[in-house]
């Protein structure tokens, strides 16, 4: 890389952002066509219960389905969904297909009625004003009840906190809605929110767990989350449970679910089905 300095510099650094902004460009359209044409999928990876491990909840969660990429991880394409507004119809998607499914799985008899549904909402989707009209639409077309939906949000919607996002909360609360508080740990926020936002989760970041039980910080944090969740009556999940020796820690320390690659990966539909078939007969044999 060339020193900063003589002209020829300078107009390096021109093309390079000049690049990447072309890039962005080039990506927002696919992004807009990939709407169009209905690229994009969902997955759904198993959460359980730490004890006894009976199904909880699926999350759902979106990938792009790329002619020549493949299938593009929604980290990939998330944000720039965000910079540009697209993350408004492309949630309105996820919604009413993760409600679609799960109530064709629940006719199926291939879970209970109380097994969640959990889908990912960005900060962004609390500005649409219309976001409460597209849930009860998804509901109501799905058939699928308020009670086994699980909004999850990051903690950067509380940087928004008080004039829209609290009484959008409460309205999705009072519907029935459940609102889960995603990468708990990672954000900026105050723990006053946590008294005053009608949450009903915690999910611990993957973050503190990966390293559990051998990292003296991760556990403190850890078992400090788990507390903090009981004494507000918060449920908990803990995120990225990859090994056993991670499982029987928060097991022991009260940690009520679990979500990780120990259990599961996130599935494709297809795949989902087969996972909740088998999982059934396990459940009614176990
Ligand atoms: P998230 O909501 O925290 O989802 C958990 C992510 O961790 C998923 O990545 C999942 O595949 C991954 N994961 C689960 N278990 C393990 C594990 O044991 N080990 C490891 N290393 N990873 C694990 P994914 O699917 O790539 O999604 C990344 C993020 O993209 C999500 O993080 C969420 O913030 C966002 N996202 C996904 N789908 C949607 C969506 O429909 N709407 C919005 N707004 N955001 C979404
Ligand atoms: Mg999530
Ligand atoms: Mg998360
Ligand atoms: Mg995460």
């Known amino acids: 890389r060339a020193k900063a300095g003589g002209g020829g510099t300078f107009d390096f650094y021109t093309e390079e952002l000049t690049a990447h902004a072309f890039e962005q460009v080039l990506l927002e359209g696919s992004l807009r066509q990939a709407l169009a044409t209905h690229a994009f999928v969902l997955h759904y990876q198993p959460q359980l219960e730490l004890n006894g491990e009976r199904l909880h909840g699926l999350e759902a969660l979106v990938r792009w389905q790329h002619p020549e990429l493949g299938l593009v991880a929604p980290g990939k394409f998330i944000p720039l969904a965000e910079e ?104 900026y926020s105050s723990l006053s929110y946590l008294k005053r936002l009608p949450f009903t989760k915690l999910k611990i970041d993957r973050s503190f767990v990966s390293e559990l039980p051998e990292d003296a910080s991760d556990v403190a944090i850890t078992k400090a989350i788990i507390a903090l969740a009981e004494s507000l009556s918060l449920d908990v999940l803990a995120e990225g449970v990859e090994t056993a020796r991670q499982r029987d820690f928060l097991r022991v320390h009260g940690c009520r679910l679990a979500q990780g690659f120990l259990y599961s990966r996130p599935l494709a539909a297809v795949e989902c089905e087969r996972y909740l078939a088998a999982f059934g007969s396990r459940a009614v044999k176990g």
Do not use: H, Y
């Open 84 to 187: 540009s507004g697209l993350i408004v119809p492309l949630g309105r998607w996820v919604l009413a297909e993760a409600c679609r499914q799960m109530a064709e799985w629940r006719d199926a008899g291939l879970l209970s009625a109380e097994t969640m549904m959990c889908v990912n909402l960005s900060t962004k989707q609390f500005a649409d004003q219309e976001l409460l009209g597209v849930i009860q639409r998804s509901l109501r077309e799905s058939g699928l009840d308020a009670g086994q939906l699980e909004l999850e949000v990051t903690e950067s919607v509380m940087m928004r906190a008080s004039d829209q996002v609290i009484p959008q909360l409460e309205r999705l609360r009072a519907l029935g809605i459940k609102v889960a508080l995603d990468d708990f740990g990672t954000g």
